[in-house]
């Protein structure tokens, strides 16, 4: 597992998609390899209301990459130092079985240049000490990046405060 | 910058690398670079149309206004204005002979032929059994291709790719098939032509020098008049070559095929003496074309040649014609005269001239005949098949031998007194050198000898051309790129240029002096580069089974039987039938397409490590044997190295629930497709998932996977596993 970690508050999102356009820009890619995106789960009626939800799937950086092992070339690479998982487009030929062996979809096709292409944390903005493209111009401000114990705060402050929300506190 | 590099590509080079240096802050200046990178990409690719270079150069000025020039700007236009020629001739060939620009690197067999004819598609369009539009783009670069089928020394067979595997593709027979069954089916037509322009030219010799640019002059709207002092148009295609080689009928053919363009052929009319070049001058002719050829033989310089020289007996049959040069005798022969040289009969030399003399003597009656060469059979410039075939038909050969007189009892040839010789290197040479042996003289007997030591060109009547410069050799200096001599509106091509030489080559310098003349006509200079070889289009290569491209073999040539080729002039060679040539047009590897990087080799190999790719003829470094069948045993069909192919010979498609394989066209591997359980998408053949799974079984174990689902499924599932 990478030493970041990319946070989404599903609550806050509400699908706009900025952070796949400002993604693809930064990459400057064609149309067809989404390195993140946004899967849309729903409409589903709850309590008589139609309710989506936004999922943000970039790559999750797993700690055994399956796309690494599955890669006869060596393109597909994790970095040792904060286990940034990404491709080396020189040495990629094009033979898909990252894409075939990943088992979330995070490895995308780039027809135009026939290589591979995937979120790689935008290692060289964080290497900057920047945030990933993504995160930048997110509109409602859900994306969140940073260390994992960080994130995890997040989710636990807010269990926290949904415990002891009027609706679900025993007071 | 490496100065050998294609200019259009060195550019781009150039070019990009400003861009992406961040050397160009100013926006203006960047969008104007990538504009010109745009467009000499283009070029470069063969997409661009007639305006491009006119548009870069407008854009290249913006480089010079307001805050002025920081280097590119000048850089772009020095070459823009050094290398134009260069620019232009990839706008209008398609084609870039140094082949650094991928997409319109040529074919090595287009690049052999002198005449530059578009080898590649005019084979797929034969192969498709389209012979009549084979005809239509062999003709743009040579407007005799039914001539050339039967007699052509095809240059371009020697560097055919398909000999690394087997044997060369038979281009050249192909090409008379065509054209006999274009012409026998009344599909042999010209191409439209322009209409007079009132400009008159003046054609001297209807060789294939002349014929070739008599048609190209006539399509371009020029009023042509050939003058020619034999009774029969061809020059050396009809007195030079037998007739069982090239038959009378296909010259008389497609010289017709010339004339209905207007062309005005004046026979037995000899310049300088029958017509001179005042009086063409004052009928209106403004440029001259010299193609008279090379119809002088050399003497042999032998004590009795001159006596001897043309001394026929009354009766033939009795004893012979003295001694008589190869060309005269061809001449006479190919004219009607079809007496018998003499009963025993030599001849001196070791090219095709002799050998067509030998054959030629045979046919006439003779009782024996030898060719006496100062060499051995392995130095002998004539063609090895035409020596295959004279020694089939019977013509003796005497090697290293050296004639030193000519015998005779004063009235008739008796013998021909020759000394052995030995082969001695020379230093700084590497042709050996034939010394007599001292005290070896031994006497040939014979009643004819025939010289055919080589020919050089007639330069009488060429006086009234007092500006034209000769060479050394005998023969008139061009400018090869224009074939314009040092006399300003007169040209000159084929043997009268290159000496004695091959009918392609001819009709190459035919063509070219057509251009030029277009060229002086219309006050355009003339190009100082020369002009490549017209790439017209890329055919849709030909589909069909790795085993089949794999065993296709040139087929035999058929001759006529032994016993009629000896005593007739009847064609020697029968030519294939019909199912041959098409068998034999789907050989072509399509280099036109395939440029044979080996970059798809190095990918299977060393970076997939399956080294399904048995391709040795383009693979020297690892000298393996080609085989296309052995790719579908270890190929999973991945697809890297159809990804990496620069020019889209080597591609990958899928069809019909298949995952395909091809190589210009050969199928080198099938594969049955799986597809996504949920969405129905492709997955890959079960081969290549396989190799996935292989390489990743160690860290995957753990999968509770189920079924088999593409990756945009199992994006949305792990965003939503319910």
Known sequence: ?171 | MDEALCPVHRTILYLSDQISSDNLKEPKIRRVSEQILKLLEEISNGHAGKDHLSAIDELIEEYFQESGDSGVGSYLKSVLTNERETFQSHLETGNCAAMDCIRLSPSPCQMACPAGIDIPTYLSLIGEGKDAEAIEVIRRDNPLPWVCGLVCTRPCEMMCVRARIDTPVSIKFLKAFAAERAMSLGHYLNPPQKPLNGKKVCVIGAGPAGLSASYYLALMGYQVRVVESLPVPGGMLMVGIPRYRLPREVIDREVAMIESLGVEFCYNTRFGKDITLEALKQEGFEAFFLAIGAHKSHKLGLDGEEFYSGKACVDPMKSGQGVIDSVEFLKQVALGNRRVPGRRVVIIGGGNVAIDAARTSLRLGVKSVTIAYRRTRSEMPADVEEVEHAEEEGVEFSFLTIPTLIEGDGTKVTGLSCVRAELIRKEGSDRLYPIPVEGSDYIMEADAIISAIGQFVDIDGMEAFTGVKWTRRGTIEVRHTCMETSEHGVFAAGDAVTGPATVIEAIGGGKRAAEAIDRYFNHIPQPRIPKVPVRYRREKPIEMPASTKMSLKRPEMSMLNIDRRRITFQQAELGYTENMVREEARRCLRCDICRRCGKCIDICRDKMGIGALKFGYMDFDHPVETDFRKTSETCITCGACAANCPNEAIVIEEKSGERILKLCGTILNRQKLLYCDSCNAVLGPAKYLDYVQNKTVHVAKASNQKGRLCSACLRKQSAFPG
């Not at chain 1, 990319?6 to 806050?12: H, M, N, S, W, Y």
């Not at chain 1, 092992?69 to 491709?87: K, L, N, W």
């Not at chain 1, 995890?152 to 679900?168: C, D, F, G, L, V």
């Open chain 1, 1 to 171: 597992m990478s030493k970041y970690y990319l946070f989404q508050d599903v609550k806050k999102c509400i699908g706009c998609h900025t952070c796949e356009v400002q993604c693809k820009s930064n990459k400057d890619l064609p149309s067809g390899p989404r390195p993140c995106q946004i899967i849309q789960v729903g409409p589903n009626l709850v309590n008589g209301l139609p309710r989506a939800s936004f999922i943000f799937m970039p790559c999750f950086h797993c700690e055994h990459p399956w796309c690494v092992s599955a890669c006869p070339t060596g393109a597909m690479q994790q970095r040792h130092t904060d286990g940034i998982v990404f491709v080396d487009k020189d040495l990629c030929v094009g033979c898909k079985a990252c894409i075939s062996a990943c088992p979330w979809g995070a490895p995308q096709w780039n027809q135009e240049s026939g290589k591979v292409e995937k979120c790689d944390y935008c290692k060289d903005r964080i290497d900057q000490g920047l945030k990933p493209a993504c995160v930048t111009t997110c509109t409602t401000r859900c994306l969140k990046f940073g260390k994992v114990k960080e994130m995890t705060e997040i989710k636990r402050k807010r269990y926290a405060q949904h415990i002891a929300s009027p609706e679900n506190s025993a007071f």
